[in-house]
């Protein structure tokens, strides 16, 4: 019987949940996940995406990214590792949604409260980041977002 090589996701897969291989960086992946999304958040700005088709972007990536990230930790046997960041795109921009600016100023702000909240995981997104299934490897940062764009809308509503 030949040697059999164990492999890893497709590389559609990799592509997708470690955003475009961010996710595979040696350190800090989520960090840069989420700096990797800005230029997607420049490109629907410059697109002049509406509220309503950014709320379907990110609901058709959160459905999407649950499925495939909860099929991939199945197969391999994994938990929320750190290479799959699809969860950070979609929290950036779940963030960007409350305010949809791309001054710079307003993008820092983005990033600083998105990556606070989520490294922090304010109740309750501690409880689903200790879910073993996709459904929680995505709904953290979900939560998270929540909380960092109400952060910045308030921010940018009172301080700019």
């Known amino acids: 019987m030949k040697d059999q090589k164990i492999q890893g996701p497709s590389i559609a897969t990799t592509l997708f949940l470690s955003w475009f291989y961010t996710g595979k960086a040696p350190k800090a992946p989520g960090t840069m996940g989420s700096l990797a999304t800005i230029p ?3 490109l629907l700005s410059y697109l002049q995406i509406n ?3 950014l709320l379907a972007l990110i609901v058709l990536l959160y459905v999407s990214s649950v499925i495939v ?3 991939v930790q199945v197969k391999f046997g994994l938990h929320d590792p750190q290479w ?21 100023h307003t993008l820092f702000l983005v990033f600083a409260a998105f990556r ?4 922090v995981k304010i109740w309750p997104a501690s409880y ?8 929680g490897t995505i709904t953290d940062d ?19």
């Open 142 to 160: 979900v939560v998270s977002a929540i909380y960092a764009g109400t952060l910045v809308k308030v921010v940018t509503i009172y301080f700019a």
């Open 116 to 119: 606070v909240f989520d490294i």
């Open 69 to 71: 990230t909860q099929k």
């Open 51 to 53: 509220i309503y088709s």
């Open 84 to 104: 799959i960041v699809i969860d950070e795109v979609i929290g950036m921009l779940i963030t960007w949604s409350f305010v949809m600016s791309v001054e710079f």
């Open 40 to 42: 997607l958040i420049y």
């Open 128 to 135: 689903f980041d200790r879910l073993h299934h996709g459904f």
